[in-house]
């Protein structure tokens, strides 16, 4: 596992982004201030917001995750990039290579103010704002995609594990029966919780981020899930 970027340190019930390295092609300074438009989650109360830590979807110019990560860090500002183990054919032969899971997205724990002047730096191409197409803000506009705490937890729990069979997937590749919310109670995705489905032909635990996509499990024994509300598990069509 790549400690640089799958890696979390628990404090206090909290998910904690880990390494500080040295920024390389990204700007090192940048001006203070700009307007905030976009009020994440309570246009009402634009000031308020702006002083939580959320964590925000950046998105990244190609090939640029890394880089983007290490000046983030830099400036103190908590990061997290999924990455996973990929077979690649190089020079004709097949080779594992340590690459992003979600291509060109970066999540970001910080508060509005802190990223806005990031974003704004004279120089920068590599980053910009992933936005909410599902939501509308008092001007019209899409704001700043949020994933909620809850849901990052989980996302992160579930890709720090070694495993070669965690996919990313578009929603329309999860085939959900009932959609029960599930607990996975024993192997490797112990404590992970999701909505069981059927992905590639097998029975999985999807963990979903809004607006962004799926995140399954690999293959999962019934005898390993529990449902988190009560009741008895759902089976699948053979």
């Not at 880990?18 to 994440?40: D, Y």
Request: charged share 25%.
């Amino acid at each position: 596992m790549d400690t640089l970027s799958n890696v979390y340190i628990r404090e206090g019930g909290n998910l904690l982004s880990g390494a500080r390295l040295t920024p390389r092609t990204f700007p090192s300074q940048f001006k203070n201030g700009v307007s905030v438009e976009n009020a994440p989650q309570e246009p009402s109360d634009t000031r308020q917001q702006e002083q939580i830590k959320q964590w925000f979807v950046l998105r990244v110019a190609y090939h640029h995750e890394q880089e983007a990560k290490d000046w983030l860090e830099e400036l103190d500002i908590d990061t997290y990039l999924a990455m996973h183990d990929a077979e690649k054919e190089m020079n004709g032969k097949k080779k594992r290579v340590r690459e992003p899971l979600i291509p060109n997205l970066l999540f970001a724990h910080a508060t509005k103010k802190e990223i806005d002047p990031v974003l704004a730096a004279p120089g920068n191409a590599y980053l910009s704002y992933y936005y909410d197409h599902f939501r509308i803000n008092a001007d019209g506009k899409n704001p700043p995609l949020i994933v909620p705490d809850k849901q990052m937890d989980n996302f992160i729990r579930l890709t720090s594990i070694a495993n070669d069979h965690i996919l990313f997937v578009d929603r329309s590749q999860c085939h959900f029966k009932n959609g029960d919310h599930v607990v996975v109670t024993d192997g490797d995705f112990r404590g992970i919780e999701g909505r069981i489905a059927r992905v590639s032909r097998q029975q999985r635990v999807v963990v979903e981020l809004d607006g962004i996509g799926c995140i399954t499990t690999a293959y999962i024994p019934k005898a390993f899930l529990r449902v988190k509300e009560g009741g008895l598990l759902s089976e699948f069509d053979r």
